[in-house]
């Protein structure tokens, strides 16, 4: 499929830069003129994988976060978080809803459930020691 | 200012009228405002007003959850007033709708 | 002076991502806090810059621009756009108010006025058939 | 709709309400509807009203600077209604305040 127009943001994986993150995608996704609604979905999804770079990949350092954005000739918006900390041992279990490596009680364990149910495909790559690559995909419907 | 707490002593009830963005970077700051309130009021009903809540993603489940242990602990009640639809979508998405009552402002007495 | 936090942007020279770049920007210096009217200096300086990639730096093909934004200790606002178009010969001429050389008097010849105005700093480095770098810095007033 | 035209016969005047942000990329398709209402009108005074334009840089002032020539071709004049601070702003640097007049909706009979 035909790539439209691309985006890519890197930054330092401060938690100062979640509002930051969201913000320039949510931007960039406009172009297609998404319903509020459905933008809304997109900015909290990245949210959630931007603050996962933030408190689980770089747990006591500051790291890279690299964002890529890209809009396809079908209208499809996809973006990809990734970050190069300390990666996910068993990608299927962190995934499930309510499971978090967060002792504290921060953190409800539910970032990868939101960006499974308000994205339409997600898919995380990860690898100890190397880092984490989380990829989202969403059609947004047609407006009027 | 991301939080203003009202007290009501008569009604033993704290409201926490939270504004703007809730992330894990915001999150925090509003957990111990709204903590110390609890702290200094011990509370039977604590109402969490989203009316000015812009945005929020799943730390701001991290805040009502905390909260609604804690108020448990105290035998009290949380409720969560005036959340827009995207917050509601956030809310249900964690059955946060089972443990604290949720609705608009007209319905605050709604039990959990 | 200490680099409290950095973003980086690159996108290609499509006349849609004018404002996707200065949303990005203005959503990054908003860290800062300034006030309304001197976020709204800094997105039009961005925009003139973005513009000038597209219209003059890349007149015929889409190219690649490049944006770097940093905060520093001192508070001040840092911003580069940078273009691997076709260069500016006589940089000084360049900058003079009412210069342009699009012909089709769709320029008014005003961008290098609008960011030398709106922001406290500009400096202009350019290579012809290398490309252009536009810095710009601002010190936003305390608010309150 | 970044324009919408409002006809005056009797008056031989044009009003263009723009809206949005006006940067390079959405200028031209303002331009060419603000052209097309002044082709088929051939008004005495046009209108330019930026009430509801929340960005512009230096493509508005080729917008009004072109309409202006247009204009003072056909012997007519230019007004600029609505302005925001940050509009006023960008067209001074300009000059445009000398071109044509600028001002709010309450003082529209200002000559250019
Ligand atoms: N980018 C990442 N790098 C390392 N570990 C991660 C990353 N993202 C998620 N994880 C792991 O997956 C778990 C579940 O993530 P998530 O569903 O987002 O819930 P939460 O962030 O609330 O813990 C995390 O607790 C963490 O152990
Ligand atoms: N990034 C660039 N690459 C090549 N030429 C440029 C670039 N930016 C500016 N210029 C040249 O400088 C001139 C003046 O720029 P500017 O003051 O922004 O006015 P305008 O964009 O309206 O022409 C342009 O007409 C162009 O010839």
Chains 1, 3 share one sequence.
Request: charged letters at 30%; a positive charge; hydrophobic letters at 40%.
């Amino acid at each position: 499929m035909k790539v439209l127009n691309e985006m890519k943001i890197t930054f330092p994986s401060k938690s100062v830069n979640e509002g930051y993150a969201r913000l320039a995608v949510a931007a960039f996704a406009s172009q297609l003129d998404p319903p509020v609604d459905e933008l809304a979905d997109v900015k909290t999804a990245v949210s959630e994988a931007v603050t996962n770079c933030i408190v689980h990949a770089y747990p006591d350092k500051v790291g890279k976060i690299e964002i890529c954005a890209r809009i396809f000739e079908n209208g499809e918006f996809y973006v990809k978080v990734k970050d190069y900390g300390c990666g996910i041992e068993d990608v299927k279990k962190a995934m499930e809803p309510l499971f978090t490596t967060c002792k504290n009680g921060e953190r409800a364990g539910l970032g990868f459930a939101v960006m499974e149910s308000f994205m339409d495909k997600l898919s995380v790559r990860s690898k100890v020691g190397r880092g984490t690559c989380v990829v989202m995909r969403k059609k947004f419907s047609q407006r009027g | 200012m991301p939080v203003r707490i009202v007290e009501n002593k008569e009604n033993k009830t704290v409201t926490a009228f939270l504004s703007g963005e809730i992330d894990h970077h915001g999150a925090k700051k509003m957990r111990e405002e709204i903590d110390r309130a609890i702290d200094e009021n011990l509370p039977s009903l604590l109402v969490l007003d989203f009316g000015e809540v812009s945005f929020m993603d799943s730390s701001g489940i991290g805040l009502v959850m905390g909260r609604y242990k804690k108020m448990r602990d105290l035998d009290g009640r949380v409720f969560v007033q005036n959340p827009s639809m995207h917050i509601k979508k956030v809310m249900r998405l964690a059955g946060l709708d089972k443990l604290a009552g949720i609705g608009d402002s007209s319905r605050k007495g709604v039990q959990p």
